[in-house]
C-alpha cells in the first residue's frame, strides 16, 4: 500500500485558506484508506534561501533533513501551492532547493552527462489554486510555472507518474463548490493519485 507525503505550501500561518483545506482533505482520504501519512507544513518551517551553488552540496538545516526523511519515506508526494505571480510562492521554491541539497534529489553522474534521479520509483500530485480561471493559466500562459516545477523539479528528481491538478476561479467560490472540491480531493487521497 502506498504511503504518502503531504507537503502543503501556503505561506499562511493562519491555515484559513483553500490549500489548507485541500491538504486536509487529502489527508483525510489517505488515512482513511489505511495509508500511512506524512504532512510537512511550509509556514511552520524557518527556510532559508540557498544562496551559493556549493550550498547543494552540503547537508541542509536540521529542520530540512526530517523534511528529506518523510519524502523518502514515501511512495507518493502531494504539492499543494496557490500561484502566486504566475509561479509557486518563494517559499515553496526555497523549500524544494533546500531538500534537494547533499544529492537528496538529484546526484551526479561520476561519468557525466545527466544526473542520476534519487527519488526514482515514487509518484506525484501538484494541486495549484489560483484566482484566475485555470483555462486561462493553461491557454494564455501556457502554466509554465506549473510545467518548469514539474520536470525540472519533479522529473529530474525521478518521480513519475506526476499528475496535476489545477483549481481555478477560487476566490468566487460557493460553499457548495467547495465542499465538492474537498470530496473529490479526499478521494484522490483515498487512491493515493
Not at 489527508?27 to 501519512?37: C, F, I, L, N
Not at 552527462?113 to 494564455?140: C, D, E, H, N, Q
Amino acid at each position: 500500500m502506498k504511503s504518502v507525503c503531504i507537503i502543503d505550501g501556503h505561506p499562511d500561518k493562519a491555515r484559513k485558506h483553500l490549500c489548507h483545506a485541500i491538504a486536509d482533505a487529502y489527508a483525510k482520504g489517505a488515512r482513511g484508506a489505511g495509508r500511512q501519512t506524512s504532512r510537512l507544513d511550509l509556514a511552520t518551517l524557518d527556510i532559508p534561501f540557498v544562496r551559493v551553488p556549493a550550498d547543494f552540496a552540503k547537508p541542509p538545516p536540521k529542520a530540512i533533513l526530517n523534511c528529506q526523511k518523510a519524502v523518502k519515506a514515501a511512495d507518493h508526494l502531494v504539492v499543494v501551492y496557490p500561484l502566486w505571480l504566475g509561479s509557486m510562492p518563494a517559499l515553496v521554491k526555497a523549500f524544494f532547493e533546500q531538500l534537494a541539497r547533499n544529492e537528496f534529489a538529484i546526484g551526479a553522474n561520476e561519468k557525466g552527462g545527466w544526473p542520476r534521479k534519487m527519488l526514482k520509483g515514487k509518484s506525484a500530485r501538484v494541486i495549484v489554486t489560483m484566482g484566475m480561471p485555470s483555462a486561462a493559466y493553461k491557454i494564455f500562459l501556457g502554466a509554465h510555472g506549473v510545467k518548469s516545477f514539474e520536470s525540472a523539479v519533479l522529473g529530474m528528481s525521478g518521480f513519475k507518474p506526476i499528475r496535476e491538478t489545477l483549481i481555478g476561479g477560487v476566490g468566487a467560490w460557493s460553499d457548495q463548490r467547495a465542499n465538492a472540491l474537498l470530496a473529490r480531493i479526499e478521494a484522490m487521497g483515498a487512491a493515493a493519485k
